[in-house]
């Protein structure tokens, strides 16, 4: 399903995770960012939800602080079109 995307996003949530910024901080502030829960944000990290559009991965982006292409570039490998 959406395994290349969930990893590179997973990579970007590491890669912003400290002490003062929980993985719970940064899960709810993607949900933000994109309009969506942060239950949704779980199961796109899970891979379980493949293709997300456009619009919440610019969300996701935002909030990760990476560019929109590291993610539609991953989001492609799963066989996603944007």
Sequence with gaps: MGAKLAAALKRA???????????????????RAAGIDAGTVNQILEGSIDCP????????????DVSVDVLTRAASQDGCEY
């Design 13 to 31: 949530v590491s890669e912003m995770e400290s002490d003062d910024k929980p993985r719970a901080g940064i899960i709810a502030g993607m949900g």
């Design 53 to 64: 559009p456009i619009g919440r991965l610019r969300g996701l982006a935002r909030a990760l």
